[in-house]
C-alpha cells in the first residue's frame, strides 16, 4: 500500500554507537517530518524538511542529523547514541504544509539505547 | 507560543457510556488547524479529523463527534455508546502559521466491557 514506510521497526543501539532510521514515502509529497515520541508525552518534532535537498531545525534537534538527498526519502542519523535518544521515533510526510491535506505517518521506530 | 493541553491522562469508562476527550490549546496565530489522531495499542498513528480556524461548526462521524469553540480555545472528541475497540491514546494536535504540529500528551482511553 501507499504511503510512509520506516525502517527498521525495531532497534537496540550501545551508547555512543551510530545508526540511521530510514523514512520513504511514494505519495510524492514534498514535505517531510521527523518525531520522537516519549512516554506521557506527544510527539516532538526533531527536523524536517519542505522538499529535496533541504533541512531544517525541529523542537528537539540536538544529537540527530537529517538528510534529503531524494525527494522520496528522509534519512534521520544518530551519530553516538545515548540513552536519552531512546524514544520511539516517527517518520510523516505532507502534500504541503500539511494543514490542507493532513499528514501521514508511518508505523514508527522503536529505538532503545543502552 | 503555541500549546495543547490534554488535562485527562488516563479515562476509564464501561462499553456503551458515552465519553468526552478534552482538548485546550494556545496560540496567537489568526490561521490555525486542530487535529485528532488515535493511537491503539499497536502504535500506529491513525487521523480521526482536521478542522481549520475558520470553521466552528461541530462535526459527527458515526459515533464520534466533535465541538470546536474558538471563545473557550477548546476543541473537544466525544465518543458515543463506547467500544472495547475505540481503547487507544487520542492526541490533539495544533498546527499554526509554521511547518511543526504541536502535540498534547494524549489521553488514555480505556474502555472496559
Known amino acids: 500500500n501507499a504511503g510512509v514506510t520506516q525502517t527498521p521497526k525495531f532497534r537496540v543501539l550501545k551508547t555512543g554507537q551510530s545508526m540511521t532510521l530510514l523514512c520513504a514515502q511514494d505519495?510524492?509529497?514534498?514535505?517531510m517530518y521527523w518525531y520522537r515520541q516519549d512516554p506521557g508525552m506527544g510527539l516532538r518534532l526533531i527536523h524536517y524538511?519542505?522538499?529535496?535537498?533541504?533541512?531544517a531545525k525541529g523542537e528537539v534537534p540536538d544529537g540527530y542529523n537529517v538528510s534529503r538527498l531524494k525527494k522520496q526519502n528522509f534519512l534521520l542519523g544518530l551519530e553516538s547514541a545515548a540513552p536519552s535518544q531512546t524514544s520511539v521515533y516517527f517518520c510523516?510526510?505532507?502534500?504541503?504544509?500539511?494543514?490542507?491535506?493532513?499528514?501521514?505517518f508511518g508505523s514508527g521506530t522503536r529505538l532503545t539505547v543502552v | 507560543a503555541q500549546k495543547v493541553t490534554q488535562a485527562q491522562t488516563e479515562i476509564s469508562v464501561v462499553e456503551k457510556e458515552d465519553v468526552t476527550l478534552d482538548c485546550v490549546y494556545e496560540?496567537?496565530?489568526?490561521?490555525?488547524?486542530l487535529f485528532w489522531y488515535k493511537q491503539p495499542p499497536s502504535g500506529e498513528l491513525v487521523f480521526l479529523i482536521r478542522?481549520?480556524?475558520?470553521d466552528e461548526q461541530n462535526e459527527i462521524s458515526g459515533r464520534y463527534s466533535w465541538n470546536f469553540q474558538k471563545s473557550t480555545s477548546s476543541f473537544n472528541f466525544t465518543i458515543t455508546a463506547s467500544q472495547v475497540v475505540d481503547s487507544a491514546v487520542y492526541f490533539c494536535a495544533l498546527r499554526g502559521g509554521n511547518y511543526q504540529l504541536i502535540w498534547g500528551a494524549g489521553t488514555k482511553l480505556i474502555i472496559k466491557p
Open positions: 505519495m510524492n509529497h514534498e514535505y
Open positions: 510523516a510526510s505532507s502534500l504541503s504544509r500539511g494543514a490542507n491535506y493532513g499528514y501521514t
Open positions: 524538511s519542505v522538499g529535496e535537498g533541504t533541512t
Open positions: 496560540t496567537r496565530d489568526t490561521t490555525y488547524y
Open positions: 478542522r481549520n480556524s475558520f
